[in-house]
């Protein structure tokens, strides 16, 4: 037969009770499982600190990571799992301390499996006074809630053979940590988005992110007055910059160097030297003469006020358009084009991020930095596109002005 069950967690009333707690958590951090640490006592201090101020609600994961590892609000805890590592070993280091015989009759402080929130526990037929005249407390220094990591400073009066000993066992341990930390990392991203996104981040320059400026090109500025200037330079619209916002973070995200320019700014040269992204259609010049080699592109026939994708198979059928003339609330749907291919002209990787309206353009760069939005185009497209040119139509339905999510229309590799 397993060992008995469990008393029923105790619940934590009175300023005594917490204080009581918190002995237990100096006792616990002072034992050998966790005292040569500063990542475990840090956690376990901030999760107990928490429930005693009444806040376990939001002892959540990425709370936690935020806190104790310095991670951005916004971080991918699938992607980085340091917080879930930490509390199983933490786990395992609790159950070590009390199966040692001479703690059977101390408060127990358990991390449960899949949560951030400790309980507390009496032992076995052991009373509330027992308890608090238990063992004596060792003495550790507090562990402020939010403490970082910190670099651990080697043990004092240690020989030098013992110190390179422990250093070597350091180097090692932190070579196949690093190695493991690397793997679960990185593997959940190698993922079809980045492959898709592999030949941006090869080249040793930035990517030129560049965007369409609603005026087109500006005038001589020696001809206008400062406040005309003000007025007319660098005119973007949101969603452009929302969308260029967004593939600069991602590939930054992932390591690459990023340029953010206008349209107007950029230049064949910038082009030839770098793999670039280009934003916006109609308003960006450098997009209209990339799409016009590839199987689909923009049209706006001269004297009409429809604006279309075009599959140059079937030029006839302008399935994918939005009328200009319309009333903007109107609107219900719209595309955009997403592409990666090699530019002949300037022998660099170029990628489209461009929609007919600026709900496409949202769409498109939320496809482009999304990989559950990706793996959908990946699955339509043919096999072995990793390594072809590939276009895509997409998708997205519009109501009063909020863009829906992006559906892929049409996909074709060469």
């Not at 469990?6 to 951090?29: A, F, M, S």
């Not at 971080?75 to 280091?93: Q, S």
């Amino acid at each position: 037969m397993g060992q008995p069950e469990q008393e029923p967690r105790w619940i934590v009333e009175t300023e005594e009770h917490r204080n009581l707690v918190r002995k237990q958590l100096r006792r616990l951090l002072g034992a050998a499982q966790f005292r040569n640490s500063r990542r475990y006592p840090a956690f376990l201090q901030f999760v107990v600190e928490e429930t005693l101020k009444g806040n376990e609600s939001g002892l959540k994961e990425r709370t936690v990571g935020i806190w104790i590892f310095d991670r951005s609000p916004d971080y991918d805890t699938n992607a980085d799992p340091i917080v879930r590592v930490t509390a199983g070993e933490i786990r395992k280091r609790i159950a070590q301390y009390y199966q040692e015989q001479s703690h059977g009759d101390e408060l127990r402080i358990e991390l449960p499996l899949g949560s951030y929130v400790p309980v507390f526990r009496h032992p076995q037929g052991t009373s509330f006074r027992e308890i608090e005249s238990a063992a004596v407390v060792p003495t550790t220094p507090e562990i402020e809630p939010g403490l970082r990591l910190l670099t651990e400073k080697p043990p004092k009066h240690e020989t030098l053979e013992t110190r390179l000993h422990r250093i070597a066992f350091v180097v090692l341990f932190a070579g196949a940590a690093l190695c493991l930390a690397t793997v679960a990392v990185r593997w959940p991203r190698t993922n079809d988005l980045d492959r898709f996104w592999a030949p941006a981040k090869s080249g040793s320059g930035p990517v030129f992110i560049c965007m369409a400026e609603i005026n087109g090109p500006p005038p001589d500025d020696s001809e206008l007055t400062l406040e005309q200037h003000v007025k007319r330079a660098d005119l973007v619209t949101f969603s452009d910059a929302a969308a260029g916002a967004q593939i600069v973070r991602f590939l930054e995200s992932r390591g690459a160097k990023t340029r953010l320019t206008s349209e107007s700014a950029t230049t064949i040269t910038d082009l030839r030297a770098n793999p670039s992204v280009l934003i916006g259609a109609f308003d960006n010049p450098w997009t209209m003469r990339a799409v016009s080699q590839l199987p689909f592109q923009f049209v706006h026939p001269e004297g009409t006020t429809v604006i279309s994708i075009e599959d140059r198979k079937d030029p006839s059928h302008r399935r994918w358009s939005v009328d200009l003339s319309e009333p903007y609330s109107k609107l219900t749907q719209d595309y955009a084009i997403v592409a990666r291919f090699h530019d002949s002209t300037t022998d660099q990787v170029t990628y489209i991020a461009a929609g007919l309206e600026a709900s496409g353009t949202s769409s498109a760069s939320e496809v482009l930095t999304n990989p559950k939005l990706f793996r959908l185009l990946a699955r339509a497209a043919s096999p072995g596109w990793e390594s072809k040119n590939i276009e895509a139509v997409i998708g997205t339905q519009v109501v009063n002005g909020n863009t829906g999510s992006p559906t892929i229309v049409a996909v074709y590799c060469w």
